[in-house]
């Protein structure tokens, strides 16, 4: 689990940077930003899977409503971000979501 939000996060720091040395510092921040939208719930969701597998309460149930959380929590983030920033890059913004949420394929298909 740790490990797929570890790849989120390197990939985000990497199309951050990358879109930094192209289009500047709002692109920058901007593509951080949308990968931060995936990581940071993604991370929490994760902990609380954790939390709940320690205690000896995970269900089905549990897993159901905690990825309705994330996918909440990420379209809010990402509301927010929209409305708060107004350099927004759009282009940067769309890459960071993108490559976080294809960051474990690319490690996947990059070892294979």
């Not at 570890?6 to 940077?17: E, K, N, R, W």
């Not at 927010?80 to 474990?104: D, Q």
Request: charge should be positive; hydrophobic fraction near 65%.
């Amino acid at each position: 689990m740790f490990k797929a939000v570890f790849h989120q996060g390197i990939a985000t720091l990497i199309v951050a940077g990358l879109a930094g040395f192209w289009s500047g510092l709002h692109a920058a921040v901007s593509a951080g930003l949308g990968g931060a939208a995936i990581v940071v719930p993604n991370l929490f969701f994760a902990l609380s899977l954790w939390a709940a597998a320690k205690s000896g309460r995970a269900s089905v149930g549990r897993f159901f409503v905690g990825e309705l959380i994330k996918i909440a929590a990420t379209l809010a983030l990402l509301v927010i971000v929209a409305g708060a920033y107004r350099e927004l890059n759009w282009l940067a913004l769309l890459a960071g979501v993108f490559l976080a949420l294809k960051a474990n394929l690319i490690v996947i298909l990059t070892k294979a």
